[in-house]
């Protein structure tokens, strides 16, 4: 039992602190900047949407007013099955192209249709809910200019509203840190869906059915020996949730696409098979085990602390008050105002969410085919 509580907590200290840890340490010693040059080749924006008229208006605006050439740049809307006006007010705007597929089939499967026809140099992947920052398209290009880079993930701002969306604010900038870190020492393993650029010709083909298309795709670049790196300069906006059941409906069909990942490629968790195997189990598959580590953490602490050790006690009363804290959190909003009680509760709800994921994905094989929410699909 002691060496099961050590081991459990070895895993979540390497899952949530060493790993960031030795991310910096690469980023220090090892340093592998990215060679930025101004320029501006065609490039083709591609916006699919399920529904979504009611933000797309204001979306193609949005896209109409970045800082690019406009003879450069080509907008595409892909309409996912789409019942509601989406594809008149994407033919309503001059200059876009609609591409419209009666039956939903979700994103990646749009994407396999789509992307094969375009032919710009670049293709910029955004959603339709965020606004993108006017000089986000040339911040992206400029990373592309470097020969190794193959994908450039903007950054995604959330704007925090009430405690709850504190608490998410504080954790999406605690993975913001950590991607960071692994674009400055080499790679990213996923990149913000929400706004990323990507060589067309480095682009894989994309099977239809993903849940996590922007891992997929830098993924199968990364296998190629392509970079996908992190471009701060480019950003993209959102509202993180307010909702604690909306993001946690959120956080488990991004996990369950993890482990629809595994499935579909399983050699992305074989130590050495994919070069960035050792920044998937650091930043990906621990944290899929976290929960299970946890458990056995609390159950391993409570045997020995019933068999006398005081040490173990007070490691079970530190869990135990880690855990009734996020309680706090949920059942008394008013006790979010405090910083440990926000973190508590982010941290409780990422690994409860990482409890229910695999189930989650055995059940419901229909994850890829999203739906519009108010919070954020990071």
């Known amino acids: 039992m002691t060496l099961l509580f050590w081991l459990s907590a070895a895993g979540v200290l390497l ?8 991310m910096a340490v690469r980023a220090r010693l090892r340093p592998q900047p990215v060679r930025r040059a101004a320029q501006t080749p065609v490039l083709d924006v591609v916006v699919v949407v399920h529904n979504g008229a009611a933000h797309l208006a204001t979306k193609l605006a949005n896209l109409m007013a970045q800082n690019y050439p406009v003879d450069a740049m080509r907008l595409h809307v892909v309409c996912d099955g789409c019942t509601d006006a989406s594809a008149a007010i994407a033919r309503a705007c001059n200059g876009v192209q609609v591409h419209e597929f009666s039956q939903r089939r979700g994103k990646s499967a749009c994407l396999a249709d789509v992307v094969p026809q375009l032919r710009g140099e670049l293709v910029l992947f955004t959603d339709v809910r965020q606004r993108v920052e006017a000089g986000a398209a040339r911040a992206l290009a400029a990373v592309l200019a470097d020969p190794q880079v ?3 993930s903007g950054e995604l701002m959330l704007e925090a509203d009430g405690d709850y969306g504190r608490g998410v604010d ?7 840190a950590i991607r960071k870190l ?6 990213l393993v996923g990149v913000t869906g929400a706004l990323y650029c990507a060589r067309r010709q480095a ?8 849940v996590l298309d922007d891992m997929w795709i830098p993924l199968a670049m990364a296998a190629q020996g392509w970079r996908v790196v992190f471009e701060p300069a480019a950003r993209a906006w959102d509202r993180a949730a307010t909702d604690p059941l909306a993001e946690e409906r959120r956080k488990r069909r991004t996990l369950a696409g993890n482990f629809q990942l595994i499935h579909r490629w399983p050699q992305l ?3 050495g098979a994919h070069p960035l195997a050792l920044r998937l189990w ?5 944290r899929l085990l976290a929960p299970w580590l946890l458990l056995a953490m609390l159950l ?28 706090a959190g949920r059942l008394l909003p008013g006790t979010a105002r405090w910083l440990p009680v926000r973190l508590a509760t982010a941290f409780a709800s990422l690994n409860t969410s990482a409890l229910i994921a695999l189930p989650d994905y055995l059940r419901n094989r229909q994850a890829h085919l999203w739906q519009i929410t108010p919070a954020r699909d990071a």
């Open 269 to 271: 968790a074989i130590p």
């Open 15 to 22: 899952a949530y602190a060493g790993y960031p840890l030795l």
């Open 203 to 210: 682009l894989p083909a994309i099977p239809p059915g993903l």
């Open 150 to 152: 193959g994908a450039a």
């Open 182 to 187: 692994e674009s400055a020492s080499g790679s």
């Open 170 to 176: 504080a954790y999406w900038r605690y993975e913001k």
């Open 300 to 327: 391993s602490s409570a045997w020995l602390a019933l068999d006398g050790s005081r040490f173990f006690g007070l490691m079970l009363a530190l869990q135990l008050g880690g855990w009734l804290t996020a309680l």
């Open 282 to 286: 650091g930043h990906k598959w621990l």
